[in-house]
C-alpha cells in the first residue's frame, strides 16, 4: 500500500539549530499531518496542512506542501533537548485512513 | 485524565497463547483503530470501527478479531499467537473519518512479546 517516505531516516543537531525534515507521497491527498513519538510512548497530533495550503505554522513549527511534488517539509526552529523523538507524516487520501510514513529520528544535543 | 487508554502496557507470551487488548477512549469520538508497529518503528493500520461498526480491515490475518462492544472501546484478541505478532500495537480515536475530523489521538501503546 502506499506509504511516505521520510528523510532523513535520522537527524542530530545541536540545541538551538533549525531542524529540517522533509517526507513524500504517492497519491493525492486531503491533507497531511504531522506526529511526534516520544521514545515508548504514542504518536501526539503536531500540526494538519489541507491540500489547498502551502504553509502552516504553529509556535516553533513550519510545515509546508507541494502538491505538484507531492512533498511536505517540516521545520522545527531554535530546537530544544525535548524536541528529541520520531516525527512522521501522515496522509490522507480519502480512504478513510491515515497513511504513515516511516519516521525521521531527532536527536537535539544539549 | 487519560484521553486514550489501554491494557496491558507490557504483554510476555508464548507462542500459540491467546491474548486480548484492550483500549478506551473517553473523548466522545466516533473513531477508533489499531495499529502495529514493527521494530523498524514502521506503523501500519490494521483495523478501524466507526460507531461500532468496522470500516478498515488491512488484510490482517484471521487470527486477529477486533471487537467494539460500544464507541468508547475497541479491542483487539489474538489467537495462536506467532512469533512475528512481536510488536508494539497502538490504539487511537478520531472524531470522524473525513477531513480535519481524521486527527488521530493516539494511546500509549502494548508492547507484545511472543516467545
Known amino acids: 500500500s502506499q506509504q511516505g517516505e521520510e528523510d532523513p531516516q535520522a537527524l542530530s543537531i545541536q540545541e538551538g539549530e533549525n531542524a529540517t525534515m522533509n517526507c513524500s507521497y504517492k497519491t493525492s491527498i486531503n491533507n497531511l499531518q504531522w506526529y511526534r513519538q516520544n521514545s515508548g510512548r504514542g504518536l501526539v497530533h503536531l500540526i494538519l496542512?489541507?491540500?489547498?495550503?502551502r504553509e502552516k505554522h504553529s509556535g516553533r513549527l513550519r510545515v509546508t506542501l507541494d502538491t505538484s511534488k507531492k512533498s511536505s517539509s517540516l521545520l522545527i526552529t531554535a530546537s530544544r533537548a525535548a524536541d528529541t523523538a520520531s516525527y512522521f507524516c501522515?496522509?490522507?487520501?480519502?480512504?478513510?485512513?491515515?497513511?504513515f510514513g516511516s519516521g525521521t529520528r531527532l536527536l537535539v544535543r544539549p | 485524565d487519560t484521553a486514550v487508554s489501554q491494557t496491558p502496557k507490557y504483554l510476555v507470551t508464548q507462542m500459540g497463547n491467546d491474548k486480548s487488548i484492550k483500549c478506551e477512549q473517553n473523548l466522545g469520538h466516533d473513531t477508533m483503530y489499531w495499529y502495529k508497529q514493527d521494530s523498524k518503528k514502521f506503523l501500519k493500520i490494521m483495523f478501524s470501527y466507526n460507531n461500532k461498526e468496522l470500516i478498515i480491515n488491512e488484510t490482517v490475518p484471521n487470527r486477529f478479531s477486533p471487537k467494539s462492544p460500544d464507541k468508547a472501546h475497541l479491542n483487539l484478541h489474538i489467537n495462536s499467537l506467532e512469533l512475528g505478532d512481536s510488536a508494539v500495537y497502538f490504539c487511537?480515536?478520531?472524531?470522524?473519518?473525513?477531513?480535519?475530523?481524521?486527527?488521530?489521538?493516539f494511546g500509549p501503546g502494548t508492547r507484545l512479546l511472543v516467545l
Open positions: 496542512i489541507r491540500s489547498n495550503e
Open positions: 501522515a496522509t490522507d487520501d480519502s480512504s478513510y485512513k491515515l497513511i
Open positions: 487511537a480515536s478520531s472524531q470522524g473519518i473525513t477531513g480535519d475530523q481524521e486527527t488521530q489521538y
